[in-house]
């Protein structure tokens, strides 16, 4: 129902304009067209009828007077109208019809001739157009590059002057890629948004049937759309839109050719575009699932980043920061924060951020009373704002928020044992935007899990080319036939492989040449280069199906990349880089219909290589395949012989030993003459107490040693306890296996191993050990490792079982000897310091550690005369906390032994600080005793984990008792010896006493006498004033306040020495500062040094006559044997002062007497004298008379 001017002209001219131009069917062409007759008016202006249906689209066209139509009828159908004008009436005569009548079916033949060429060509073209798209979508992925050459297959083939593909999720009602052509111009744009709603989009996507205007600025406001302009912003006219479905009626993507010029798409280009529309839509489903593969790789790879470095990295912060980058990282955000709570103080603290700001020391968030805090306690999973502004939980951060533009935010809960400690802020700055649910899941399983499982991506395209068969050339033939000849004469595969390389260099002249090998039919390792470094070789693995050799590999098809720099795809594309490799031409090598490799060449240069050239490395591969499994098979028969002498020679070299250490060494050395072991562990296992032990351990090579440990979840522990060899040829399968990876590992941290070969050792139905060896390469190991392996661990295991019952044996013999060699030791002498050495010395050989304390008790229940020796050496000065309050009071309430095999994890409350200094890791304690007496402890320790085993424990428990005998009978001794220098002691004092009666002399003795037998800071003995009762004090030691010196006391006021005077006997006071009897001594000026006291009463004739004490500064320092002594050294110098005083006495009395004769004999004298001169007088006057 629609008219295309073919041809138009005016006076002999051209009518651009009206060229190709369509009108819908009307005016006097429609009316020839429904008659399908000829229309002849002489004089049209005369016939009102018709000159109204005339339609004008030249200038002048109301001019025209004659006018002559005929229709133009093929097969019986009007397919056209050729009709003439002109501006004079009667200008056509019907001889002129007659004419154009016969022109006219000529012309109606010709165009319909060409109507079916045209056709023809047309559909030719889509079809070609159809299959170089269907080609283009399945031999890419990417996405955008698929786009373009879509459009570029379109563009060619359809005319358009606007084209864009849509690229839809449904999942999300999410545009996630736009492809828009716009007058040339490409614009791609990865922006996830929703369809416009009234959109044309959203209508196609919504009823997933295309959508055609034939001219859309004249028709859209009547059917009810809203288009959305793009480009340069122009009205479209012609618009054809389809929807892009997958086989279950899912819509992908929406495609849509627009043009400026009307009426320009039919039906013909509506059934064309959606016949393209289903091919792109495989290829777009295609490149999304390989994207979401993609996008789950990287998720994964994510995890194990931030997994595997909190496991590894000890710095906090480090953990902390890695989390922030990769929440960041995960959602595309402009800032991410970590904030730790303190729950105390309620506020949370910002410890790390993605973007360093330089404010994060000044972000704290309140806890308490904030509605977003609450609602993340409650819930425990992410909360997501898009507008921060208008959100009523965030009210408490807006001001903050709109400091640093904050505009969308989600806080992801770092959650442990179901209380939230943290969040993780991802901020959108200075924009709005939203959160994808996978991003925010993702997040969420970054903060819920550290490790995680390793996923290999494998996503990557080839372009698939066939290969078809042409002849080969003579001199290919003559290649190939040296190439038989000299391949099958070989059975060494090195000889093999070097002379399969000088063929192909020679005969292709390439820079490079690499044969691969299939290994378990997932990857390809290189078996002979040429131009490759052998360091490189060694390090190259290619999975199958990925690079080019792989696809070569996977689809068994030769392939040739004229520029694999332009192609991409490359499996080392660095390396190709690096050493400017250019072009690839790769076969496989296949026997008997079975891929076994891949022969593949690259030149230095651009370079196109012919088929001819691709037949003869095929050639040169088929030859190749054969011989090489002739050499396989030879070298498999040799490997086997070999094994078989070495599983002999390892069978004679362990069964002639029975020493552990020796026989395990030679077990590993001839497993090294099969197996590279310089990655590997044997260790001895003990059922009884789950520990497994590591006598021999390597790490490239080097020699390592790991201290034994419980069995965790490791490879050795699955193959102990599933008492089953393990093969394992990746990193992959162990962590899917849920073993863990990083248990007990001693190589270096920046790799880790990827192979393990592990075999359990069974005698009997006992595992007794295991074989566990590795590789930092991939698929290191097969199944004839795994064999060999077994076959090995069943021939030494009963050599393994002789050796561990030998060692048992001599070490109980040993244990039995040192035993017996410590009681003799014991039992010989009695001196109490070197019994304690003798226990220390006998703990340490017997234990094999490097430290051991022996501790005393003492009558006060205390800890005395520490004896430490550490590695050999006596630590005489350094104390290391051993307190009643600790683990020593733990193991003396117990009673039993205490074994402690990871002593940091202990309560540090009970345990000091000096011990975790030294690096004390394990310690083994017990009590020593003797006939229910606790004498003291024994400690031994070792700076690294030990597993204390029972027989152990049972030594060292059968060394306290021999120890608690010992130490009985030596303090029994020194008891004893100590009483026999008490008595000498007294008798001396004694002696000394009586050898002056001097009572200062003797007060001086009393305090230098008491220094030998009683240890005191500060002594004083008092006397009793015989007229007043006071006490007064005559002899100090330790004792400078004058007030004190000079001061009288007076019994019955102080409690102490009141008690003495009616008690007569001595007092102790352990602790003055916990005795209330001490606070009046206190008032007097008795010195607050003073924290141990003994009074003892001076008595004579069981009368006081004073009193002598004796103070010591710390508390608890006086027995009640020391006040015994104190006691009977007081009652000798009782004696002595009294013995003193009645000299004293006696001495007055006698000079008093002295005075009192020499008094009289003066007088005497006097009166003698007066006599005599009495007598003179008489004298002379008798004579006188």
């Given at each position: 129902?629609e ?21 819908p ?9 429904d008659?399908?007759?000829p ?23 109301d ?7 005929l229709?133009l ?8 109208v ?9 200008a056509?005569?019907?001889r ?13 033949i ?5 109507r ?9 073209a ?26 570029a ?11 864009y ?24 744009d ?11 989009t ?10 055609q ?10 059917r ?18 389809v ?19 009307p ?42 980043r ?8 000890s ?23 970590l ?20 404010m ?11 509605p977003?805090?609450?609602w ?5 999973m ?10 009523p ?33 991802l ?24 490790t995680?499982a ?9 372009a ?19 190439a ?7 059975l ?13 260099s ?19 390792i ?68 079975r ?16 088929d001819?050239?691709?037949l ?32 002999n ?11 552990q250490?020796?026989?395990l ?41 790991i ?15 599933n ?12 962590r899917?296996m ?12 920046d ?19 295991v ?15 795994l ?6 661990a ?56 490097e ?7 003492d ?14 050496t ?27 095999s ?8 009970i ?105 005191y800071?500060s ?6 004033d ?91 320092v006086?027995?009640?044997e ?19 005083r ?7 009395l ?36």
């Amino acid at each position: 129902q629609e008219l295309r001017f073919e041809q138009f002209l005016r006076q002999g001219e051209v009518m651009a304009e009206n060229y190709k131009a369509t009108m819908p069917k009307a005016g006097l062409s429609g009316i020839i067209i429904d008659t399908g007759k000829p229309l002849l008016l002489h004089d049209i202006q005369a016939d009102p009828e018709m000159m109204s249906r005339m339609v004008a689209r030249a200038e002048n066209a109301d001019d025209v007077r004659s006018w002559l139509g005929l229709p133009l009828i093929s097969q019986g159908r009007v397919i056209g109208v050729l009709s003439v004008q002109d501006f004079a009436p009667n200008a056509f005569s019907e001889r002129d019809e007659q004419f154009l009548s016969a022109l006219a079916s000529q012309l109606a033949i010709a165009l319909e001739n060409a109507r079916l060429f045209a056709e023809r060509e047309r559909r030719i073209a889509e079809l070609d157009v159809i299959n170089q798209i269907g080609r283009i979508t399945s031999s890419t992925l990417d996405l955008p590059l698929m786009l373009h050459r879509v459009y570029a297959q379109l563009a060619s083939s359809l005319a358009m002057d606007s084209f864009y593909i849509f690229v839809y999720q449904d999942e999300e009602n999410e545009i996630i890629l736009s492809f828009e052509v716009d007058e040339g111009q490409e614009v791609i744009d990865r922006s996830m948004r929703m369809p416009s709603e009234g959109s044309l989009t959203a209508h196609i996507i919504r009823t997933r049937q295309p959508l055609q205007f034939r001219d859309l600025g004249a028709e859209y406001t009547e059917r009810g759309f809203t288009p959305i302009m793009f480009g340069s912003g122009r009205n479209s006219a012609a618009w054809l839109g389809v929807p892009l479905l997958v086989g279950d009626g899912r819509v992908v993507g929406v495609m849509a050719v627009m043009s400026y010029t009307p009426n320009l798409y039919g039906d013909r280009e509506r059934s064309f575009l959606t016949t393209v529309a289903n091919q792109i839509a495989l290829g777009v489903q295609n490149a999304r699932l390989l994207a979401q593969a993609r996008e789950q790789v990287q998720q994964l790879d994510l995890l194990n980043r931030v997994s595997a470095m909190a496991a590894t990295e000890s710095d906090v912060q480090q953990i902390y920061q890695s989390i922030v980058d990769a929440m960041a990282e995960a959602t595309g955000v402009d800032q991410a924060r970590l904030v730790i709570y303190d729950r105390r103080a309620g506020q949370g603290r910002a410890v790390a951020e993605h973007v360093m700001s330089g404010m994060i020391d000044s972000i704290s968030i309140p806890l308490n009373d904030n509605p977003a805090v609450d609602w993340l306690d409650s819930h425990k999973m992410a909360l997501v704002s898009e507008d921060v502004p208008s959100d009523p939980l965030l009210v408490r951060a807006h001001a903050s928020f709109d400091e640093m533009d904050i505009r969308s935010v989600a806080f992801i809960p770092l959650v442990v044992n179901s209380e939230v400690i943290g969040t993780v802020g991802l901020d959108f700055v200075g924009r709005q935007s939203d959160f994808r649910p996978q991003a925010l899941d993702l997040c969420q399983t970054i903060a819920n899990q550290i490790t995680a499982a390793i996923s290999r991506t494998q996503a990557f395209a080839a372009a698939r080319t066939s290969a078809n068969a042409l002849g080969v050339k003579v001199g290919e033939l003559s290649t190939l036939l040296d190439a038989a000849r000299i391949l099958s004469s070989l059975l060494q595969p090195e000889e093999v492989l070097n002379k399969l390389m000088e063929l192909v260099s020679r005969q292709l002249n390439v820079t490079t040449v690499a044969l691969w090998t299939l290994l378990d039919d997932t990857m390809l390792i290189p078996a002979a280069l040429d131009g490759i470094p052998t360091e490189r070789a060694r390090t190259m693995r290619v999975p199958v199906g990925q690079g080019h050799t792989g696809h070569v590999a996977r689809t068994g098809l030769p392939l040739i990349i004229d520029d694999v720099r332009a192609q991409g795809g490359s499996f080392y594309p660095r390396y190709e880089r690096d050493n400017n490799l250019i072009s690839f031409m790769g076969v496989p090598v296949i026997y008997r219909e079975r891929i076994v490799g891949v022969l593949s060449v690259m030149t230095n240069y651009v370079r196109i290589f012919s088929d001819d050239e691709m037949l003869l490395l095929v050639g040169l591969a088929d030859q190749a395949a054969t011989a090489l499994e002739n050499a396989r098979l030879f070298q498999e028969r040799e490997r086997r012989i070999n094994e078989l002498s070495t599983i002999n020679s390892i069978s004679a070299a362990v069964n002639s030993t029975l020493e552990q250490q020796d026989l395990l060494e030679r077990l590993h050395r001839g497993i090294g003459e099969i197996i590279d072991v310089s990655t590997s562990i044997i260790a001895i296992y003990d059922e009884a107490t789950d520990i497994l032990s590591y006598p021999v351990i390597y790490d490239r090579s080097e020699r390592k040693h790991i201290d034994p440990a419980p069995l965790h979840n490791g490879t050795n522990a699955w193959c102990i306890r599933n008492r089953k060899p393990l093969l394992l040829h990746s990193l992959n399968e162990v962590r899917e296996m849920g073993l863990v990876v990083d248990d007990l590992r001693v190589g270096a941290a920046d790799q880790i191993e990827e192979s393990y070969l592990v075999c359990p050792i069974i005698f009997g139905s006992k595992v007794i050990g295991v074989i566990n060896i590795q590789s930092y390469e991939p698929r290191a190991f097969d199944e004839n490792d795994l064999r060999f392996l077994t076959t090995v661990a069943n021939q030494a295991a009963v050599a393994i079982n002789n050796a561990i019952l030998f060692s048992e044996t001599r070490q109980n013999a040993q244990e039995m000897t040192t035993l017996f060699e410590v009681t003799q030791n014991l039992s010989g002498t009695l001196d109490l310091d070197e019994t304690q050495m003798l226990i220390a010395e006998s703990a340490l050989r017997m234990i094999g550690v490097e430290m051991c304390a022996v501790l005393l008790i003492d009558d006060h229940e205390q800890i005395s005369k520490p004896l430490i020796i550490d590695q050999g050496t006596i630590l005489s000065h350094f104390d290391l906390g051993f307190r009643l309050d600790g683990l020593t009071g733990e193991l003396l309430k117990s009673d039993q032994p205490l074994a402690i095999s990871d002593l940091p994890a202990v309560d540090r409350s009970i345990t000091s600080e000096q011990i975790r200094i030294i690096g004390v890791r394990s310690a083994l304690g017990v009590v020593i005793a003797s006939h229910d007496e606790r004498l003291g402890v024994l400690w031994v320790a070792s700076r690294a984990h030990q597993e204390w085993t029972g027989r152990q424990i049972s030594l060292i428990s059968i060394l306290a008792n021999q120890a608690g005998q010992a130490l009985k009978s030596a303090q029994l001794y020194q008891l004893e010896q100590q009483r026999r220098r008490l008595a000498d002691t007294l008798r001396d004092v004694a002696q000394s006493f009586t050898s002056t009666l001097a009572l200062r002399e003797i007060q001086t003795l009393i305090l230098d006498q008491l220094a030998r037998v009683v240890h005191y800071d500060s002594a004083a003995v008092l006397l009793r004033d015989e007229k007043y009762g006071h006490l007064q004090i005559t002899e100090a030691r330790g004792i400078t306040d004058v007030r004190l010196l000079q001061a009288d006391f007076d019994v019955e006021q102080i409690a102490l020495f009141n008690e003495m005077a009616h008690e007569r006997k001595p007092l102790m006071v352990a602790d003055t500062q916990a005795d209330l009897r001490f606070i009046t001594m206190r008032q007097l000026g008795w010195s607050w040094s003073v924290r141990s006291w003994i009074g003892a009463p001076l008595l004579v004739d069981n009368e006081l006559v004073g009193l002598l004490t004796i103070g010591a500064n710390n508390p608890n320092v006086y027995n009640p044997e020391a006040v015994e002594v104190t006691f009977a050294l007081a009652s000798q110098a009782s004696q002595a002062i009294q013995n003193a005083r009645l000299f004293d006495q006696i001495s007055n009395l006698a000079a008093d007497l002295e005075r009192r004769v020499s008094e009289r004999t003066a007088e005497l004298e006097r009166a003698t004298h007066q006599l005599t001169e009495e007598k003179d007088r008489l004298e002379a006057v008798r004579s006188l008379i």
